[in-house]
């Protein structure tokens, strides 16, 4: 069984910066993609940013060059670093990492980029 437990949201002021981590733990044999979603309230789950072991990284065109994810394989953890923060930017984040065939979600954490 494998767990993801996220942290790292809160509130900031538009254009501060947040790091959101995903930690992984449970028998974790090969992570083949990871990546990050988000829901703003009202909206559907929009995919923020995906990446998969031996092809590129995809960011979503609201988020490129502000958003950068990256994995700590020791630390088994995803992170999302956000700059350049935006009001538009407020919603739950969602890390996933995919194992094997398997899809794993985060619970989710709050982002809010308000004033």
């Known amino acids: 069984q494998v767990q993801l437990v996220e942290s790292g949201g809160g509130v900031v002021q538009p254009g501060g910066s947040l790091r959101l981590s995903c930690a992984a733990s449970?028998?974790?044999?090969?992570?083949?993609?990871m990546g990050w979603y988000r829901q703003a309230p009202g909206k559907q789950r929009e995919l923020v940013v995906s990446?998969?072991?031996?092809?590129?990284?995809n960011y979503a065109d609201s988020v490129k060059g502000r958003f950068t994810i990256s994995g700590d394989n020791g630390k088994k953890t995803v992170y999302l670093q956000m700059n350049s923060l935006k009001p538009e930017d407020t919603a739950v984040y969602y890390c996933y990492v995919d194992i094997v065939t398997s899809r794993y979600w985060g619970q989710g954490t709050q982002v809010t980029v308000s004033s």
């Open positions: 449970g028998t974790i044999f090969s992570i083949n993609g």
């Open positions: 990446s998969t072991r031996g092809r590129s990284t």
